[in-house]
């Protein structure tokens, strides 16, 4: 058995702890109930015994002793009579105790001085114990003798040991109750958790299909929801990163053939014409480009990535921003037959950012816009909640499948395979801006209709000039 379990660190966490409660408890039980006991007796006898005293202070002669004697031999109580000289002149159920047979002196010097005596008492005769309440007799100022009533402790011990038993048959079958009670809930507890254990185990293993069952609402489920949402992210990480591996090794060798392949045919001239000798050259200067393109593209968004990007923040004027890129993409847009519209909204708040950065990402956005657009317009809007500023970027273009959304801000992610060769980019570019907008505090959201365009929405904090 493995002592290390969960369930059984519980089990005698839980069992250990009702130890500690039911053992003082019982004993205080006890005290309590012996105190009590005790007590009670002690105060019938102590009653008894003033009672008796009190008949027989009014006529104590031979006919009310003996009356009192029966009367006590009949319920079964102990008690015994002295005369004033100490002298046993009545017995009820004492044994070893004569009639003539003297009390002690000491006993009897109390008694005539009008002392009682009990109370924790205990009396020794003929080797019983008993409990004794001694109640002296008076007539007016005279001291006529003294009346005893007497409990057998041998049979409140009884009795006392008879409560004891079932106070420790109550405690045993709390015990075992407890314990079965124990039993079930650590392993309702503990089961759960050594479940997720082997998933988390299979999960190390690469085995990320791996699921644990969710039983409960309870943190247990929490935490089993939380390692299926680690499953799935890890699988979604190992397929992205083979799908990147994949689409690197893809964009690299594509402009590595095209310059390898042009020129190998140059350096052969096995062209016809300067013409096609241009042609040639323009093809390769242009892979290239592409090829810078990517790998800086590729060094930014890993510097991104490990945040190893330091911005220069500042007050920037988000109307100035807009401009600037505005002036960068008008002639690509008016080339296109597009139409610009810019709505700059008064009184618009400064951001704190860094202002090249916040460039970049609204030349990203606005430069795609135009790239995918054929016709119609582009428009880009700016306004304002009570905590953010919000920059809008909105084409007619050929839009988006909504199922493709989640994904486009995941490098090199294509909606169309040839979709970014066939316009220039690298695939690299929503990631980067994605980076960007969260590096500085903002959120970036998009929606899309396939066939009708595509909204971009920039969220930065406020905060107001001044």
Do not use: C, W
């Not at 002690?104 to 009396?123: F, K, M, R, V």
């Not at 114990?129 to 002296?136: A, H």
């Not at 045993?172 to 650590?186: C, D, E, K, N, R």
């Not at 979709?419 to 980076?435: D, F, N, P, W, Y």
Request: aromatic share 8%; hydrophobic share 40%.
């Amino acid at each position: 058995m493995n002592l290390n379990r969960i369930s059984i660190k519980l089990g005698v966490t839980i069992i250990s702890l009702l130890l500690v409660v039911l053992l003082p408890l019982g004993f205080v039980i006890n005290q309590i109930v012996s105190s009590f006991y005790y007590g009670e007796v002690k105060n019938e006898i102590d009653t008894l015994s003033t009672r008796y005293a009190s008949a027989l202070s009014g006529s104590q002669n031979a006919m009310m002793t003996s009356m009192i004697e029966m009367m006590a031999d009949f319920s079964g109580q102990h008690l015994y009579i002295v005369d004033k000289t100490g002298e046993v002149i009545g017995n009820a159920n004492v044994p070893g105790l004569p009639l003539g047979s003297t009390i002690p002196d000491e006993e009897q010097a109390l008694l005539s001085n009008g002392s009682t005596i009990g109370g924790e008492y205990e009396h020794a005769i003929s080797g019983q114990r008993f409990l004794v309440s001694g109640t002296p007799i008076y007539k007016g100022n005279s001291f006529l003798g003294s009346v005893f009533v007497l409990s057998s402790v041998e049979n409140i011990d009884e009795s006392l040991y008879r409560l004891r038993q079932m106070i420790i048959l109550s405690g045993v079958g709390a015990f075992f109750l407890a314990l079965g009670v124990t039993i079930v809930l650590s392993r309702t507890l503990s089961d759960p958790l050594v479940q997720m254990e082997h998933a988390t185990r299979k999960i190390a293993r690469g085995n990320l299909e791996t699921k644990v069952a969710i039983k409960t609402k309870d943190e247990t489920g929490s935490l089993a929801q939380a390692i299926n949402d680690l499953a799935t992210d890890l699988k979604r990480y190992r397929d992205t990163r083979r799908e990147f591996f994949a689409n690197i090794s893809h964009e690299l060798r594509t402009p590595i053939t095209y310059l390898e392949g042009y020129a190998n045919v140059l350096k052969k001239e096995l062209y016809q014409t300067e013409e096609e000798k241009e042609k040639y050259l323009d093809i390769i200067e242009a892979e290239a480009k592409h090829l810078t393109r990517l790998i800086e593209d590729l060094f930014e968004l890993s510097k991104l990535e490990e945040g190893k990007i330091t911005l220069q923040e500042e007050l920037i004027d988000i109307d100035e921003i807009i401009e600037n890129v505005e002036n960068r993409v008008a002639l690509k847009a008016t080339e296109k037959g597009l139409t610009l519209d810019i709505q700059r909204l008064e009184g618009t708040p400064f951001l704190y950012g860094d202002g090249l950065r916040m460039e970049q990402i609204i030349y990203n956005l606005l430069n795609n816009a135009i790239k995918y657009t054929d016709k119609g317009s582009i428009k880009v809007s700016v306004n304002t909640t009570s905590h953010d500023v919000v920059i809008t970027i909105e084409d007619t273009g050929k839009g988006m499948p909504k199922e493709d959304l989640p994904y486009i801000f995941e490098r090199f992610y294509r909606i169309e395979k040839s979709r970014s060769r066939e316009h220039g980019g690298t695939g690299l570019g929503l990631a980067i801006v994605k980076q960007l907008v969260e590096l500085q505090g903002g959120k970036i959201q998009v929606s899309s209709d396939l066939g009708a365009g595509t909204r971009f929405e920039l969220m930065f904090p406020l905060m107001k000039e001044g």
